[in-house]
């Protein structure tokens, strides 16, 4: 426990010293492919294939720090509240400064440990703890924490450092706690030393070929965030996967989930070596992520989902949906995507007769040059002011596309369900649309 409490004041002090992140307090988060990632609507959908609402919805921030990732969350879910903890009390300070700043009120913050989450008597329907799970000494006691104060049908999004991917850093940490610059708190004076030497190394030495990046962004605070990192450590996933089982909770998707398809590593996902083809089929969810980390170690975090156990109906993906479940589907823009800036766009591609550029949007595309045709973008613009049945929208295309382009037959109903629902299952699986089953009837 001695050893506990040590590592945990270590961090911090250095986060007191150096609050992160060091962005300006007048700075709005903006990009909407950013702000998508703190909408909690994504990872509900994930599981139980339902849209949430987010107003009166109480979302935790458990790691805080300087509070931009909380006024993310207070961007990215309308009408919910949202808690913040971190142990650095100037952390939590400047946190409750910045979302004053831009008039959220309906936030509040509190400096304490996430050991002791359980002491503010709350519970909430949406964890988010970013950047901070791997910090703890005990993940297992974090994790069992804030399962303590989680709602029934609530959600944690948080996520651990790759071993794989960052283990040169783990390295240079190494080396710098060797040379002492870490048995206080870092300050200028490390800092200064630590990129004096990396600056001495000759450019072909690994560790700095491996760590460095471009001049610009090596500022002081990457300096600490890096190489001078106290209590920084690295996970597989089979370690992280015997962490959840360990804490009783159940892995529901990664955050980022097509930048770990397994398949994609491969040049012909269709014609894979014998012993893959028959062997990858078999694999579990941990196992096809541990294989991916081994064969393909770029990812820095492993960003995840997970909730109590069972907390949600078995789901139908849509790619299974019978012609019934599309017959009576409701259809919804991903929530992010309401606003004038999305919304603008549209018009003038529609107007413009031009592609609308996809992937700035979403963090869930993995071609960046993703584009949309105009038509399919005049198909889905009302879906900007409320979600519509795919009735509706199958009608909307044969009024946008009355005819076949090739032999100008009239469009049949038919022919126009086809192409929305082949449209709609495209578009589906980047979040982009969110699509909801008919009601089971009784």
Known sequence: MENKISDLEKIRQQFDY?????????????????????????????????????????????????????LALAVGNPGARIVGVDLSEESTNLARERLKYHHFT?????????????KLGLEFDYIDCDETLYLLPDIVAGLKAMKAVLKPEGIIRTNLHSLSQRRNYFTAQKL???????????????????????????????????????????DDEW????????????YTIPEI??????????????????????????QDAGNLPAALGMTIPELSVEEQLHLYEMLHPIHRLID????????????????EWTDSDWQGATVHL??????????????????????????????????????????????????????????????????IRPVNPVNLE??????????????LTTLEPIGLVLLERPPARA
Request: aromatic share 10%.
């Open 18 to 70: 150096a609050p992160y992140p060091r962005i300006p307090l007048d700075h709005y988060p903006t990009k909407i492919k950013f702000v998508v990632l703190y909408n909690m609507v994504t990872a509900y959908y994930l599981r139980s294939q339902k849209v949430v609402e987010t107003e009166g919805k109480l979302i935790l921030d458990a790691g805080c720090g300087s509070g931009f990732k909380s």
């Open 106 to 118: 309906n936030v509040e913050f509190h400096t304490i440990s996430i050991y002791d989450l359980p």
């Open 176 to 218: 710098f706690k060797m040379l002492g610059f870490m048995d206080e708190t870092p300050g200028q004076l490390e800092i200064e030393q630590a990129r004096e030497i990396m600056n001495a190394l000759k450019n072909h030495v690994s560790l700095k070929a491996n760590t460095r990046v471009l001049d610009d962004e090596m």
């Open 223 to 234: 300096y600490l965030m890096n190489y001078l990192f106290q209590g920084d450590k690295g």
């Open 241 to 266: 996967f015997e962490a959840l089982r360990a804490a009783d909770l159940e892995f529901i998707n990664m955050v980022n989930w097509p930048a770990w398809n397994l398949l994609d590593l491969f």
């Open 304 to 319: 995840f989902w997970c909730g109590h156990p069972n907390a949600a109906a078995p789901k139908v993906p849509v790619v």
């Open 334 to 399: 991903h929530p992010s995507l309401k606003v004038p800036e999305v919304k603008q766009e549209m018009l003038a591609a529609v107007t413009n007769i031009k592609m609308l550029e996809i992937a700035k949007y979403l963090p869930f595309v993995k071609e960046s040059s993703l584009l949309m045709d105009s038509m399919v973008v005049s198909c889905l613009i009302p879906l900007l002011e409320k979600p519509m049945s795919m009735r509706s929208l199958v009608e909307r295309w044969r009024y």
């Open 410 to 423: 009239p469009i049949a109903t038919e022919t126009a369900f086809d192409l929305v629902k082949k449209i």
